[in-house]
């Protein structure tokens, strides 16, 4: 109860809204009757600025004062001096000074941070001079800014009065969208006032500024000290709270509505309303003393509500708010007014149940500050009934009106709403001369008088005279009387505006209203050209719809009927259950002809003027084609709604009661039929452009629609929907939807990378609305529409957010709610709910999964269907995370109280999991977090209902909002961890059609097929052989190095101090252990940093990562096998030629001592002897000699015995059986005739022919052609080894069983041990012979007696040169040179040359992994166009690659400089490596030449392998000079050079090639060759990388008829396809399966290694499809079968189709 006021007391306060006077002080003052509410008088108050450059700033306040204390700060005289602070609102306080004193004035302006100071005498006037020195005031008015301005620029929004703010500016996702944090910066008020309207919070309009408090350090230093505290000044107690600079909320909105766009102002008003906040009817510009009226503003706002006469039927009506011609009651002030006008609104409009301040009032936060633009603002806001006697405070519908500010300012505004009001309630306190505004005659409302008793000049005699005078009725006055509480003048109040309503004089739409605005000179925000151009294009098409399901009959064929027979088309040639016993290929063929007949009846249809009309329409400029779809939206939404909405309630009551079944079908296929959106446009402008795409690419029609994916990606841009599924066929239209996001590709690039969050849950769950309110978003959520299908909507993430987020864009999905199994059996839509979830699972980085924990049988269904998607994606390779939201849990502790739901939840999860898992065979999948990381503690958010309290007057509940807001902060902080994960666009379009195709099939995880995961597998496998190559490469050059110091062990080059050779090689091999356990480390590293790094969408090939570890395991074992055998090898051959060595050294120390004394004794004779007679006194010296020395014949091996004893240790764990099979047959009668496999006895002979009966195969032909390509392999391992002319040793022959084995363990042909034993027996038998010889030969080579008659001819000519004392220094060196040096260096080059040879083919795409290769050598089959080379490749695999590899390294290196550069490469750091040598040895004056040339080699020993027979031999009967014979050394080196460069350049390729140590054909072909595993259908060669993968895989199966499979009966070849066999209900049988017939689609069962993924494209394997078409006849004859029945479709396929399939068979790009 409010005291009543003496007579002159002022309320300076006004109405509720204009507060104490504001916190601002301009200098400006004007006298604007507008600008308060209540003064009685006015004082005009004008005031300059001045400076005072010599002023200093408080240290405390920041003001600036002329005084400065002791400590240098500013004297801060505030405290103890009166302070006004005066704005150009006039201030009704009067400024007085008691007599006799002078008061100090201190006038601040607080923005300006200026201040003026005056002293004033007493009784002086209160207006305030003109200072001396300034200009006219006139003049510096001009000047200055105006109110408006200067309030924009207070809240930084001065940028967008002129660029008007957009959606995409506000909806953006940066650090403040997840920050509360306001900061220091007034700016972020409007920012945050729209972060929380966009999110519907109804605290939005809690505002507060940045501290402004002058006394704020004092304050808070007086508050933390005590004593202080006790003596404070009581004074305190009286100050204002409002310590803040800061807004009126109605500043703060009328500030953004002036400063948004239209589609900015329709948000922010559909927001308001569902906020229950007031929207703006009339928006003025204070500076253009203009409003206008927003009608596009609230177009978007839709209510629902039951009037009175509707409550017994439960019906309700639903409606576009600007389109109900409702009564509008309005609310004014005149004059001054002491009652709270919008208080008393608020308590009007909502009973103590469910209390809201609708409108802003004085008592609100910030509501006292005092406006400064939004005086004239006239807001609506509408009261609806719920049909609810006991709650409805008004029982029919009505719109309240509340015009801020007094109506004698704003004229147009008062006129405006009497002109559509059904009443207008009047405000005052007194009234005079102003009531002239109430008698206008063309007011055609109602005028109720409100007055406020407290006011003493109202007496019941005034009342009567202005009765009187206004032509009104006692029932039109209303007085609040000082006994009348606020409750009892609400009631009486309610009562009059009851009795309005009963019979309302006016019903009008805002619509309608603008007719009256147009009248009045106020403008429409409608009026734009743009809106209006927009309208008209919409109305154009819309006015054409009577009937909506025959509308869409008329104007979309092209997505009715003909689009879901292309669908049903589509899935069939996935599934083909309808098969029957028809030819796969043939089936599939006629699918695809109806497919095209389908499109060719889309074609033969004209486009609709409909659809002309809309395609012109969203092809015009930006802002007019936004206005054009959101007519058209609105529009059609008028138009479902009012059959839909009925349909939607009675579906969900049918639903309620599962027996309604086939009223529950029918209804919803109304509701299908019914619906229609401007989804259904974009439907049938898909098909369109897709069906073009089956016209001539020369069509003018299809040349026509190519701009169509554009504009639809512009459209996405500009943040509209885009349907991806469409939930009525349940189809995706791929390439539609692909050329769409392509050219939004080509829109944004490079600026491309998105984030996908995604919404999944129950039908009617609020999964949109929870986006919207998250996202700010607008997906369909009214009554009348539902989601189908999904749609995905495009949100900018701004610059400064960018690098956090590793994103440009975030992409938000919205679904369709999934059925619960009752209503899914009815339109058999598990297979849609399934697709539907995979899909978008697949393509998210985040899933939300909307759950309601109520009813735990449907979430136990909805969660099955959620799991069995999450296991999918986790089986191939993408790990999307979720986060379960439960709706509607208010309580505060939900998250505590949930701990058991949440158990319950996780142990649900956990049988989903199982469940799924057995279904995709999986089942390693125990738990959910197997699948994927979950932590039940946060992945859970509870939140609280929509509405607070009963709709449709409630608000939304702040707990929804505030909740909402955690939880976008919450996947906001998720996304940041998804960096790693984000796609492209482009990449994101290929994952919607790999996980579409796949989705499609009834086994999902084994028909994914995804150009990205295939390139991530491409990039890893190519980083694998780099890995791999460098550590063979890097061991190839530890191995030769430890070859060289074997070969050099014991002789002078030798650069180990250990003597004995066992001890050498322990040494040897411990070093080899040590660098490969260092290989093997460092490439697993680089594996695992591999795996860490973020890019390169490593994480789809996770799951190989284990194949590639165990493949990097079994390259060390296989190369450490074959690095010790190596160095075993050759130290037991260096110590077999230590004997002979001796030998041949001690007989050559006695010829030599022969020579000297020949020498000796010819010189005694004194007498001049010709070459002729020292020739012939040599000769008889020499066969003397060699007479005295005892040659013994040199024992060979026998390699047979040998080789036998390996054989028998092969096969030694075979058992008995084996042994006695080697035991029948002499190794020395194997291997003579070429190997032909025949079975052994009758019995053997019967078992093989059944078989072969059996499988339809002849096995006696398979197992010849594995023992074929066995033998084959051997034969070049053992003539690797003839090649080298080396001695026999034991690895040889272990190495060749080594690959017998491993090939017979591959090879995919049923073998038995008869089969291996005879195979084996052959080669061992072969290889020994040849070894045999190799041996022989070795040994002859190396004899003694050969050795020392080979060296006679230089024994002779260096007598002669001894005898005749000649100089040998040149020829010696020569000698060293040629017979040393030479040799060692060509031997280098040669050990060299085949690692820069395979470094040089790597460089090539072809060689760079396993696919690339199969990809160069199949198109360059296809290109020669040869039969021959096609049988070969098929029938001979190995060796045609073999073939083909040696090929292309004759083409690299036959012609041009590669390989003379290489070489020189290597020249060139011999012969420096020498000349190196050989300046440091001469460096060192060694005592002798044998020291000398002996250092000579021990310098380049660790390179260069220097022959000690060579050695040896030069250093007989040596006496050059040392000095000299190092000077004709380096120019013989010289000589050298450019004699081994001239016989490289004379040297054929071929010959290098059989000379290289490494040979590169075979490095090459152990690199592309793989597994050798084939497809056991078509035999295509397995693709995968690495050795020990687990899993094989082809990339281009074959028709099964190239893999010599044929008809039973017929005996024609087969063309079925293995990619089209595993889905079909086609049965195989083989040896694995028993013989016993098998269905293709549980091939898995018996070939659970191969993974053939099914592939319903015709085009997949159009490659070999062209080769059979080509060469069927010859494959006929050369398989001994029946030519093939071709289908039609293979016989269009041209070679240029052919090439294309294969590249993107194995995603060539």
Same mark, same amino acid.
């Given at each position: 109860?409010?005291?009543?006021?003496?007579?002159?007391?002022?309320?300076?306060?006004?109405?509720?809204?204009?507060?104490?006077?504001?916190?601002?002080?301009d200098?400006?003052?004007?006298?604007?009757?507008?600008?308060?509410?209540?003064?009685?008088?006015?004082?005009?108050?004008y005031?300059?600025?001045?400076?005072?450059?010599?002023?200093?700033?408080?240290?405390?306040?920041?003001?600036?004062?002329?005084?400065?204390?002791?400590?240098?700060?500013?004297?801060?005289?505030?405290?103890?001096?009166?302070?006004?602070?005066?704005?150009?609102?006039?201030?009704?306080?009067?400024?007085?000074?008691?007599?006799?004193?002078?008061?100090?004035?201190?006038?601040?302006?607080?923005?300006e941070?200026?201040?003026?100071?005056?002293?004033?005498?007493?009784n002086?006037s209160?207006?305030?001079?003109?200072?001396?020195?300034?200009?006219?005031?006139?003049?510096?008015r001009k000047?200055?800014?105006?109110?408006?301005?200067?309030l924009?620029?207070?809240?930084?929004l001065?940028?967008?009065?002129?660029?008007?703010?957009?959606?995409?500016?506000?909806?953006g996702?940066?650090?403040?969208?997840?920050?509360?944090?306001?900061?220091?910066?007034?700016?972020?008020?409007?920012?945050?006032?729209?972060?929380?309207?966009?999110?519907?919070?109804?605290?939005?309009?809690?505002?507060k500024?940045?501290?402004?408090?002058?006394?704020?350090?004092?304050?808070?230093?007086n508050?933390?000290?005590?004593?202080?505290?006790?003596?404070?000044?009581?004074?305190?107690?009286?100050?204002?709270?409002n310590?803040?600079?800061?807004?009126?909320?109605?500043?703060?909105?009328?500030?953004?509505?002036?400063?948004?766009?239209?589609?900015?102002?329709?948000?922010?008003?559909?927001?308001?309303?569902?906020?229950?906040?007031?929207?703006?009817?009339?928006?003025?510009?204070c500076?253009t003393?203009?409003?206008?009226?927003?009608?596009?503003?609230?177009?978007?706002?839709?209510?629902?509500?039951?009037?009175?006469?509707?409550?017994?039927?439960?019906?309700?009506?639903?409606?576009?708010?600007?389109?109900?011609?409702?009564?509008?009651?309005?609310?004014?002030?005149?004059?001054?007014c002491?009652?709270?006008?919008?208080?008393?609104?608020?308590?009007?409009?909502?009973?103590?149940?469910?209390?809201?301040?609708t409108?802003?009032?004085?008592?609100?936060?910030s509501?006292?500050?005092?406006?400064?633009?939004?005086n004239?603002l006239?807001?609506?806001?509408?009261?609806?009934?719920?049909?609810?006697?006991?709650?409805?405070?008004?029982s029919e519908?009505?719109?309240?009106?509340?015009?801020?500010?007094?109506?004698?300012?704003?004229?147009?505004?008062?006129?405006?709403?009497?002109?559509?009001?059904?009443?207008?309630?009047?405000?005052f306190?007194?009234?005079?001369?102003?009531?002239?505004?109430?008698?206008?005659?063309?007011?055609?409302?109602?005028?109720?008088?409100?007055?406020?008793?407290?006011?003493?000049?109202?007496?019941?005699?005034?009342?009567?005279?202005?009765?009187?005078?206004?032509?009104?009725?006692?029932?039109?006055?209303?007085?609040?009387?000082?006994?009348?509480?606020?409750?009892?003048?609400?009631?009486?109040?309610?009562?009059?505006?009851?009795?309005?309503?009963?019979?309302?004089?006016?019903?009008?739409?805002?619509?309608?209203?603008?007719d009256?605005?147009?009248?009045?000179?106020?403008?429409?925000?409608e009026?734009?050209?743009?809106?209006q151009?927009?309208?008209?294009?919409?109305?154009?098409?819309?006015?054409?719809?009577?009937?909506?399901?025959?509308?869409?009959?008329?104007?979309?064929?092209?997505?009715?009927?003909?689009?879901k027979?292309?669908?049903?088309?589509?899935?069939?040639?996935?599934?083909?259950?309808?098969?029957?016993?028809?030819?796969?290929?043939?089936?599939?063929?006629?699918?695809?002809?109806?497919?095209?007949?389908?499109?060719?009846?889309?074609?033969?249809?004209?486009?609709?003027?409909?659809?002309?009309?809309?395609?012109n329409?969203?092809?015009?400029?930006?802002?007019?084609?936004?206005?054009?779809?959101?007519?058209?939206?609105?529009?059609?939404?008028?138009?479902?709604?009012?059959?839909?909405s009925?349909?939607?309630?009675?579906?969900?009551?049918?639903?309620?009661?599962?027996?309604?079944?086939?009223?529950?079908?029918?209804?919803?296929?109304?509701?299908?039929?019914?619906?229609l959106?401007?989804?259904?446009?974009?439907?049938?402008?898909?098909?369109?452009?897709?069906?073009?795409l089956?016209?001539?690419?020369?069509?003018p029609?299809?040349?026509?629609?190519?701009?169509?994916?554009?504009?639809?990606?512009?459209?996405?841009?500009?943040?509209?929907p885009?349907?991806?599924?469409?939930?009525?066929?349940?189809?995706?239209?791929?390439?539609?939807?692909?050329?769409?996001?392509?050219?939004?590709?080509?829109?944004?690039?490079?600026?491309?990378?998105?984030?996908?969050?995604?919404?999944l849950?129950?039908?009617?769950?609020?999964?949109?609305?929870?986006?919207?309110?998250?996202?700010?978003?607008?997906?369909?959520?009214?009554?009348?529409?539902?989601?189908?299908?999904a749609?995905?909507?495009?949100?900018?993430?701004?610059?400064?957010?960018?690098?956090?987020?590793?994103?440009?864009f975030?992409?938000?999905?919205?679904?369709?709610?999934?059925?619960s199994p009752?209503?899914?059996?009815?339109?058999?839509?598990?297979?849609?709910?399934?697709?539907?979830?995979?899909?978008?699972?697949?393509?998210s980085?985040?899933?939300?999964i909307?759950?309601a924990?109520?009813?735990?049988?449907?979430?136990?269904?909805?969660?099955?269907?959620?799991v069995?998607?999450?296991?999918?994606?986790?089986?191939v390779g993408?790990?999307?995370?979720?986060?379960?939201?439960?709706?509607?849990?208010?309580?505060?502790?939900?998250?505590?109280?949930?701990?058991?739901?949440?158990?319950?939840?996780?142990?649900?999860?956990?049988?989903?999991?199982?469940?799924?898992?057995?279904?995709?065979k999986?089942?390693?999948?125990?738990?959910?977090?197997?699948v994927?990381e979950?932590?039940?503690?946060t992945?859970?958010?509870?939140?609280?209902?929509?509405?607070?309290?009963?709709?449709?007057?409630?608000?939304?509940?702040?707990?929804?909002? %505030?909740?909402?807001? @955690?939880?976008?902060? #919450?996947? +906001?902080?998720? &996304? !940041?961890?998804?960096?790693?994960? $984000?796609?492209?666009?482009?990449?994101?379009?290929?994952?919607?059609?790999s996980?579409?195709?796949?989705v499609?099939?009834?086994?999902?995880?084994?028909?994914?097929?995804?150009?990205?995961?295939?390139?991530?597998?491409?990039?890893?496998?190519t980083?694998?052989?780099?890995?791999?190559?460098?550590?063979?490469?890097?061991?190839?050059?530890?191995v030769?190095?430890?070859?060289?110091?074997?070969?050099?062990?014991?002789?002078?080059?030798?650069?180990?101090?250990?003597?004995?050779?066992?001890?050498?090689?322990?040494?040897?091999?411990?070093?080899a252990?040590?660098?490969?356990?260092k290989?093997?480390?460092?490439?697993?590293?680089?594996?695992?940093?591999?795996?860490?790094?973020?890019?390169?969408?490593v994480?789809?090939? %996770?799951?190989?990562r @284990?194949?590639?570890s #165990?493949? +990097?395991?079994? &390259? !060390?074992?296989?190369?450490?096998? $074959?690095?010790?055998?190596?160095?075993?090898?050759?130290?037991?051959?260096?110590?077999?030629?230590?004997?002979?060595?001796?030998?041949?050294?001690?007989?050559?120390?006695?010829?030599?001592?022969?020579?000297?004394?020949?020498?000796?004794?010819?010189?005694?004779?004194?007498?001049?002897?010709?070459?002729?007679?020292?020739n012939?006194?040599?000769?008889k010296?020499?066969?003397?000699?060699?007479?005295?020395?005892?040659?013994s014949?040199?024992?060979?091996?026998?390699?047979?015995?040998?080789?036998?004893?390996?054989?028998?240790?092969?096969?030694?764990?075979?058992?008995?059986?084996?042994?006695?099979?080697?035991?029948?047959?002499?190794?020395?009668d194997?291997?003579l005739?070429?190997?032909?496999?025949?079975?052994?006895?009758?019995?053997?002979?019967?078992?093989?022919?059944?078989?072969?009966?059996?499988?339809?195969?002849?096995?006696?032909?398979?197992?010849?052609?594995?023992?074929?390509?066995?033998?084959?392999?051997?034969?070049?391992?053992?003539?690797?080894q003839?090649?080298?002319?080396?001695?026999?040793?034991?690895?040889?022959?272990?190495?060749?069983?080594?690959?017998?084995?491993?090939?017979l363990?591959?090879?995919?042909?049923?073998?038995?041990?008869e089969f291996?034993?005879?195979l084996?027996q052959?080669?061992?038998?072969?290889?020994?012979?040849?070894?045999?010889?190799?041996?022989?030969?070795?040994?002859?080579?190396?004899?003694?007696?050969?050795?020392?008659?080979?060296n006679?001819?230089?024994?002779?000519?260096?007598?002669?040169?001894?005898?005749?004392?000649?100089?040998?220094?040149?020829?010696?060196?020569?000698?060293?040179?040629?017979?040393?040096?030479?040799?060692?260096?060509?031997?280098?080059?040669?050990?060299?040359?085949?690692?820069?040879?395979?470094?040089?083919?790597?460089?090539?795409?072809?060689?760079?992994?396993?696919?690339?290769?199969?990809?160069?050598?199949?198109?360059?089959?296809?290109?020669?166009?040869?039969?021959?080379?096609?049988?070969?490749y098929?029938?001979?695999?190995?060796?045609?690659?073999?073939?083909?590899?040696?090929?292309?390294?004759?083409?690299?290196?036959?012609?041009?400089?590669?390989?003379?550069?290489?070489?020189?490469?290597?020249?060139?750091?011999?012969?420096?490596h020498?000349?190196?040598?050989?300046?440091?040895?001469?460096?060192?004056?060694?005592?002798?030449?044998?020291?000398?040339?002996?250092?000579?080699?021990?310098?380049?020993?660790?390179?260069l392998?220097?022959?000690?027979?060579?050695?040896?031999?030069?250093?007989?009967?040596?006496?050059?000079?040392?000095?000299?014979?190092?000077?004709?050394?380096?120019?013989?080196?010289?000589?050298?050079?450019?004699?081994?460069?001239?016989?490289?350049k004379?040297?054929?390729?071929?010959?290098?090639?059989?000379?290289?140590?490494?040979?590169?054909?075979?490095?090459?072909?152990?690199?592309?060759?793989?597994?050798?595993?084939?497809?056991p259908?078509?035999?295509?060669?397995?693709?995968?990388?690495?050795k020990?993968?687990?899993?094989?895989?082809?990339?281009?199966?074959?028709p099964?008829?190239?893999?010599?499979?044929?008809?039973?009966?017929?005996?024609?070849l087969?063309?079925?396809?293995?990619?089209?066999?595993?889905?079909?209900?086609?049965?195989?049988?083989?040896?694995?399966?028993?013989?016993?017939?098998?269905?293709?689609?549980?091939?898995?069962?018996?070939?659970?290694?191969?993974?053939?993924?099914?592939?319903?494209s015709?085009?997949?394997?159009?490659?070999?499809?062209?080769?059979?078409?080509?060469?069927?006849?010859?494959?006929?004859?050369?398989?001994?079968?029946?030519?093939?029945?071709?289908?039609d479709?293979?016989?269009?396929i041209?070679?240029?189709?052919?090439?294309k399939?294969?590249?993107?068979?194995?995603?060539?790009?």
């Amino acid at each position: 109860m409010e005291e009543p006021r003496s007579d002159n007391s002022e309320d300076i306060y006004g109405e509720e809204d204009e507060g104490p006077p504001s916190a601002y002080t301009d200098c400006e003052a004007d006298y604007q009757k507008a600008a308060t509410d209540d003064e009685d008088s006015f004082v005009d108050l004008y005031c300059e600025e001045e400076k005072d450059p010599g002023s200093t700033t408080c240290a405390d306040c920041e003001a600036d004062y002329h005084e400065t204390g002791t400590d240098g700060k500013a004297v801060c005289r505030h405290v103890k001096t009166t302070q006004y602070k005066i704005s150009h609102e006039l201030i009704s306080q009067p400024l007085e000074t008691p007599v006799g004193e002078m008061e100090n004035h201190i006038v601040i302006n607080c923005r300006e941070e200026e201040t003026l100071q005056e002293t004033t005498e007493p009784n002086d006037s209160t207006e305030i001079s003109d200072l001396p020195g300034k200009p006219n005031l006139e003049e510096e008015r001009k000047t200055q800014k105006t109110n408006l301005e200067r309030l924009l620029e207070d809240l930084g929004l001065e940028q967008y009065h002129r660029e008007k703010l957009s959606l995409s500016r506000i909806l953006g996702i940066d650090e403040k969208t997840i920050t509360d944090e306001l900061g220091d910066c007034k700016s972020n008020i409007p920012l945050n006032f729209l972060k929380k309207l966009v999110m519907v919070n109804v605290t939005a309009r809690n505002v507060k500024g940045v501290s402004c408090d002058l006394s704020n350090s004092s304050s808070e230093s007086n508050c933390d000290d005590e004593s202080d505290s006790t003596e404070s000044n009581f004074e305190d107690l009286f100050e204002s709270p409002n310590e803040t600079e800061t807004f009126n909320p109605l500043d703060i909105m009328t500030a953004l509505l002036l400063c948004s766009d239209g589609f900015v102002q329709q948000e922010l008003a559909l927001k308001m309303s569902m906020c229950q906040f007031s929207v703006p009817l009339l928006l003025p510009n204070c500076d253009t003393q203009q409003c206008t009226l927003m009608l596009w503003a609230m177009r978007d706002i839709v209510k629902k509500y039951r009037p009175s006469d509707l409550s017994e039927s439960k019906g309700f009506i639903e409606e576009r708010i600007v389109l109900s011609e409702l009564p509008m009651i309005s609310f004014v002030r005149l004059g001054e007014c002491s009652l709270s006008k919008s208080e008393i609104l608020n308590k009007l409009l909502n009973n103590s149940q469910q209390y809201h301040d609708t409108f802003v009032h004085r008592d609100m936060e910030s509501g006292d500050i005092q406006r400064r633009i939004s005086n004239g603002l006239t807001e609506m806001t509408w009261y609806l009934p719920c049909g609810n006697k006991n709650m409805d405070i008004f029982s029919e519908p009505v719109a309240i009106a509340n015009l801020r500010g007094d109506i004698a300012s704003f004229e147009t505004q008062f006129s405006f709403l009497c002109q559509t009001s059904a009443a207008v309630f009047v405000f005052f306190d007194q009234l005079d001369s102003e009531c002239e505004l109430l008698m206008n005659k063309n007011h055609k409302a109602q005028i109720f008088l409100v007055g406020n008793q407290q006011n003493k000049s109202l007496t019941p005699d005034v009342l009567k005279k202005l009765a009187t005078r206004l032509n009104l009725t006692k029932n039109n006055i209303i007085i609040k009387t000082d006994k009348t509480n606020d409750a009892d003048f609400v009631k009486s109040l309610k009562k009059v505006v009851s009795s309005v309503l009963t019979k309302p004089q006016l019903k009008m739409s805002v619509e309608q209203m603008a007719d009256v605005a147009y009248e009045l000179g106020i403008p429409v925000d409608e009026d734009s050209p743009e809106c209006q151009a927009g309208k008209k294009n919409a109305d154009a098409i819309t006015a054409e719809i009577k009937d909506t399901f025959q509308f869409k009959e008329n104007q979309f064929p092209l997505q009715g009927q003909i689009w879901k027979e292309l669908t049903f088309l589509e899935k069939e040639e996935f599934h083909l259950r309808n098969i029957g016993s028809e030819n796969i290929e043939n089936y599939k063929s006629n699918l695809k002809k109806k497919k095209e007949e389908q499109r060719k009846k889309q074609n033969s249809y004209a486009m609709s003027n409909v659809m002309t009309c809309f395609i012109n329409a969203i092809a015009s400029p930006d802002r007019e084609r936004c206005y054009f779809l959101k007519w058209m939206r609105m529009n059609l939404d008028n138009l479902s709604r009012i059959k839909l909405s009925g349909l939607r309630e009675l579906y969900k009551e049918k639903c309620k009661d599962s027996e309604n079944k086939q009223e529950i079908k029918e209804i919803d296929q109304q509701l299908s039929s019914s619906s229609l959106g401007v989804e259904h446009f974009f439907r049938e402008m898909g098909q369109i452009y897709e069906a073009s795409l089956y016209l001539p690419e020369t069509d003018p029609s299809r040349q026509q629609l190519q701009h169509l994916p554009k504009l639809c990606a512009q459209l996405l841009l500009d943040g509209f929907p885009l349907e991806l599924v469409d939930g009525d066929a349940s189809n995706i239209p791929l390439r539609w939807v692909s050329d769409v996001l392509s050219q939004l590709n080509d829109l944004v690039s490079p600026k491309n990378k998105i984030l996908v969050v995604t919404v999944l849950g129950v039908q009617s769950t609020g999964k949109s609305t929870l986006l919207n309110t998250m996202f700010g978003v607008q997906f369909a959520v009214s009554s009348g529409r539902c989601t189908r299908g999904a749609f995905m909507l495009l949100i900018k993430v701004n610059e400064d957010f960018k690098k956090v987020l590793n994103c440009d864009f975030m992409m938000i999905i919205d679904t369709e709610g999934l059925k619960s199994p009752e209503l899914a059996q009815l339109d058999n839509s598990h297979e849609h709910d399934n697709e539907l979830a995979t899909l978008v699972v697949g393509l998210s980085n985040i899933t939300i999964i909307n759950v309601a924990m109520e009813n735990s049988t449907e979430m136990k269904d909805i969660l099955q269907i959620v799991v069995h998607a999450f296991l999918r994606m986790k089986e191939v390779g993408k790990k999307p995370q979720c986060q379960f939201v439960h709706q509607n849990i208010s309580d505060v502790s939900a998250h505590e109280k949930n701990l058991r739901d949440r158990k319950l939840l996780l142990e649900q999860l956990n049988e989903m999991t199982q469940a799924a898992a057995r279904m995709e065979k999986r089942e390693e999948n125990k738990n959910f977090t197997d699948v994927m990381e979950y932590n039940p503690d946060t992945g859970n958010c509870y939140i609280p209902g929509l509405w607070n309290g009963n709709p449709p007057m409630a608000p939304v509940n702040a707990g929804y909002s %505030e909740t909402v807001y @955690e939880l976008k902060k #919450n996947i +906001i902080q998720q &996304l !940041r961890k998804c960096g790693s994960t $984000s796609n492209n666009i482009l990449e994101f379009r290929e994952w919607i059609t790999s996980l579409w195709n796949a989705v499609k099939h009834e086994n999902f995880i084994f028909s994914f097929r995804n150009s990205l995961v295939a390139d991530a597998y491409m990039r890893l496998c190519t980083e694998y052989n780099q890995w791999e190559w460098e550590f063979k490469k890097e061991m190839y050059k530890w191995v030769t190095t430890a070859e060289i110091r074997i070969s050099n062990f014991g002789t002078a080059a030798a650069s180990s101090e250990i003597s004995d050779m066992n001890e050498f090689v322990t040494e040897l091999k411990s070093e080899a252990i040590t660098e490969l356990i260092k290989w093997e480390t460092k490439i697993l590293e680089n594996l695992k940093k591999y795996f860490d790094q973020p890019e390169g969408h490593v994480y789809l090939v %996770e799951g190989y990562r @284990e194949d590639f570890s #165990n493949s +990097i395991k079994s &390259l !060390r074992r296989q190369t450490e096998r $074959s690095v010790l055998n190596q160095i075993t090898a050759a130290a037991d051959i260096k110590q077999g030629m230590e004997e002979l060595d001796k030998i041949r050294a001690t007989y050559t120390e006695k010829i030599e001592k022969a020579v000297y004394a020949l020498i000796n004794e010819c010189r005694e004779k004194k007498v001049q002897m010709m070459d002729k007679e020292l020739n012939e006194c040599f000769d008889k010296m020499w066969t003397e000699a060699m007479n005295t020395l005892s040659f013994s014949e040199q024992q060979t091996l026998n390699v047979f015995t040998s080789v036998s004893l390996q054989l028998q240790a092969n096969l030694s764990h075979k058992g008995s059986h084996a042994c006695e099979l080697l035991s029948k047959k002499n190794l020395k009668d194997c291997g003579l005739e070429p190997f032909k496999y025949t079975p052994r006895g009758v019995h053997e002979n019967f078992k093989v022919a059944i078989k072969g009966i059996l499988t339809s195969k002849n096995l006696v032909k398979e197992r010849q052609e594995v023992a074929d390509t066995i033998i084959s392999a051997c034969n070049d391992c053992v003539w690797d080894q003839i090649k080298r002319k080396t001695n026999y040793h034991d690895t040889y022959i272990q190495e060749i069983l080594h690959i017998i084995d491993e090939k017979l363990n591959k090879a995919d042909v049923d073998t038995d041990i008869e089969f291996e034993v005879s195979l084996k027996q052959h080669i061992c038998g072969s290889a020994a012979r040849k070894f045999q010889k190799m041996h022989e030969e070795f040994i002859q080579e190396n004899d003694p007696y050969r050795c020392l008659q080979k060296n006679k001819e230089k024994f002779c000519t260096d007598f002669k040169d001894v005898f005749y004392e000649r100089d040998q220094c040149q020829k010696k060196a020569e000698e060293f040179t040629n017979q040393c040096l030479k040799p060692a260096v060509e031997n280098f080059i040669y050990r060299s040359l085949g690692l820069d040879i395979v470094d040089k083919m790597l460089t090539k795409e072809e060689f760079s992994t396993r696919m690339s290769f199969q990809y160069s050598i199949l198109l360059d089959l296809i290109s020669k166009s040869a039969f021959e080379n096609f049988k070969s490749y098929i029938r001979s695999y190995e060796d045609y690659v073999k073939s083909w590899i040696s090929g292309r390294i004759k083409e690299t290196f036959s012609f041009g400089s590669t390989l003379c550069e290489l070489e020189d490469k290597h020249l060139k750091f011999c012969v420096n490596h020498i000349n190196d040598a050989i300046t440091k040895v001469k460096a060192e004056n060694t005592d002798s030449l044998r020291t000398f040339v002996e250092n000579i080699c021990k310098e380049v020993g660790d390179k260069l392998v220097i022959s000690q027979d060579s050695l040896d031999a030069f250093m007989v009967l040596n006496n050059a000079d040392q000095e000299q014979f190092g000077h004709w050394l380096n120019e013989c080196v010289e000589e050298m050079t450019e004699a081994l460069r001239e016989k490289f350049k004379s040297t054929e390729f071929e010959t290098k090639l059989s000379r290289l140590h490494i040979k590169p054909e075979n490095e090459l072909f152990t690199r592309v060759i793989g597994c050798c595993k084939q497809c056991p259908f078509c035999k295509i060669p397995c693709d995968a990388g690495g050795k020990n993968h687990t899993q094989h895989f082809a990339s281009l199966h074959r028709p099964n008829g190239l893999g010599l499979i044929k008809s039973k009966d017929s005996k024609k070849l087969t063309t079925d396809v293995c990619n089209s066999l595993v889905i079909s209900n086609k049965r195989f049988r083989c040896s694995v399966t028993n013989n016993e017939w098998c269905p293709y689609t549980k091939y898995k069962n018996f070939f659970s290694d191969w993974d053939i993924r099914a592939d319903v494209s015709l085009e997949s394997s159009d490659y070999w499809k062209y080769v059979m078409a080509t060469y069927n006849k010859d494959f006929a004859e050369a398989y001994d079968a029946q030519p093939a029945d071709i289908p039609d479709s293979w016989k269009t396929i041209t070679m240029e189709k052919a090439k294309k399939s294969l590249k993107e068979s194995f995603n060539i790009s």
